[in-house]
């Protein structure tokens, strides 16, 4: 497949191939999960919580946005080697890998692809579909001030970067599904 674009065309413009292996690159590194309040009361809802408690045990504001915060091991606090609200999920953790950051070009992509075994493999993804997807990857728009939720008094801590740090794949894993 060609991957050389125009000005006008994206690099990614015959589509690109992703299919999930539950692998956790996207959910053991540092960084954030970026949430709404919709996505927090699916979040609550699945583990049988009040927003507001959800919100004290799960969330941190981070500026003006909400985060899942970080377990003691500093991956995503719902990572249990698998994800054990996958069902529930974020829109970011759904998006993956079609984050802004690994689209900007060939490299980036390649580099995620060294990172997440199940990037260029599985079914195509054709360009609309990844434009779709890459709108709504929560890492720098569309994501409600945590203002919108009550949440009661949350950690605050400074955005370093969007989204988290990709992992590589932990070798021999025993991965546990969770859907
Ligand atoms: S919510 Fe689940 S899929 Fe998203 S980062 Fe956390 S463990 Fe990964």
Request: contains cysteine; charged residues 25%; neutral net charge.
């Amino acid at each position: 497949m060609s991957m050389a674009g125009t000005s006008s065309e994206p690099w990614y413009r015959e589509g690109l191939r992703f299919a999930c292996t539950r692998c956790g690159a996207c959910c053991r590194g540092p960084g954030y999960v970026w949430t709404d309040p919709g996505e927090v009361e699916v979040l609550a809802a699945r583990l049988s919580l009040e927003v507001d408690e959800f919100g004290r045990r799960y969330l941190r504001r981070v500026g003006r946005r909400l985060s899942l915060v970080d377990g003691p091991d500093g991956a995503c606090v719902f990572w249990d080697n698998g994800c054990s609200v996958y069902p529930a999920r974020p829109r970011q953790c759904r998006t993956f890998p079609f984050w802004a950051e690994n689209l900007t070009g060939e490299a980036a992509w390649n580099e995620t692809a060294k990172l997440s075994p199940g990037v260029n493999q599985g079914r195509l993804y054709e360009l609309q579909e990844i434009e779709d997807l890459r709108g709504g990857s929560g890492s720098t728009s569309g994501v409600p001030a945590a203002g919108a939720l009550s949440t009661g008094e949350l950690p605050n801590r400074p955005a370093a970067r969007d989204t988290r740090v990709l992992q590589p794949a932990p070798r021999g894993r025993d991965r546990k599904d969770s859907e």
